[in-house]
């Protein structure tokens, strides 16, 4: 008897999860649904089980979001002993001067010198694309990167090209991509380090960076209350002459009040919405995300 009503007890409350699960996946069709783009979404609970899932396997551009996978093996290499933080990179007038976004440039527009530390920094709080190229040029190309992530077992990762590559070309924008599952579940086991990334002055490195991030500042953060804590990492593509934005997207971990983390992947693709449309869906799922989830 005790062994049928703790059998009980244990169904009771998984058919309660998959009910408040279901609640959470109509509210965030209901912020998408009619949006002219297509959007993913994947949220996981602090343990990395699935909160809700919309169109999570389809694969969409990364764009700036591959920084955040491009740091975590910079830093690999810096555990391993190929770099420091505080080897000391020179950047070139010429290298800065390339018309692409560069942070580092309105720093120093006639190159300079400047540590590792800082440049992985503007790469991923800054969305810094000068300094991206850079730290894949340092490790031996996208190649190399998108090799360390298919090992470790990201097969839904694709980081095939440059930032320059990218800006000459819709087409390789589009080959950077990942799958909001596989977005989301980096997220999830780069924090809890599981496999083991990184250790753990690197690991503390680089949350702290993603704590810091300047971008998006209308996309996951802007909805929540003034003091919620959120690491994040955006991407964007910029508009054509079609009027098609290719890619808005933003993954981030939300800390709720009690400190646990909900880990969350929006991508926004094929969008043909202004862009302040594509960034209020975004801030909308993350409020719907915390209201949900704060204890």
Known sequence: ???????????????????????????????????KAQVGIAVLDDKGQPLALINHTSFYA????????????????????????????????DEMNNNMYSPLRDLKPKGGKFTLAK??????????????????????????????????????????????????????????RTTPVSAVNLLYKSYINQPALLKKSSYDFIWDVMLHCKTGVKRLPNLLPKQTKIAHKTGSSGTDKNGLTHATNDI????????????????????????????????????????????
């Open 252 to 295: 981030g971990i939300i800390f709720l009040p009690n400190g646990k983390p909900v880990y969350v992947s929006v991508f926004v693709g094929n969008s043909t919405e202004p862009n302040h449309t594509n960034e209020a869906l975004i801030a909308q799922i993350g409020a719907a995300v915390y209201a949900h989830c704060k204890p």
């Open 119 to 176: 440049i992985i920094e503007y790469t991923v709080a800054h969305s810094d694309n000068v300094g991206c190229d850079l730290l894949l040029k340092m490790v031996g190309g996208p190649a190399v990167v998108n090799q360390y992530f298919k090992k470790n077992g990201f097969t839904d990762i694709d980081i095939l090209y440059t930032e320059s590559q990218m800006n000459t070309s819709v087409d390789y924008q589009l080959k950077n």
């Open 62 to 93: 990364m764009q700036s979001v591959f920084k955040f996978h491009i740091a975590l093996y910079v830093l690999n290499q810096v555990d391993a002993g190929v770099f420091k933080l505080t080897d000391t990179i020179a950047i070139s007038k």
């Open 1 to 35: 008897m005790k062994k049928r009503f703790v059998w009980c007890l244990i169904t009771l409350l998984s058919f309660k999860v998959q009910a408040q699960n279901a609640a959470l996946t109509q509210k965030l069709q209901q912020v998408i649904v009619g949006k």
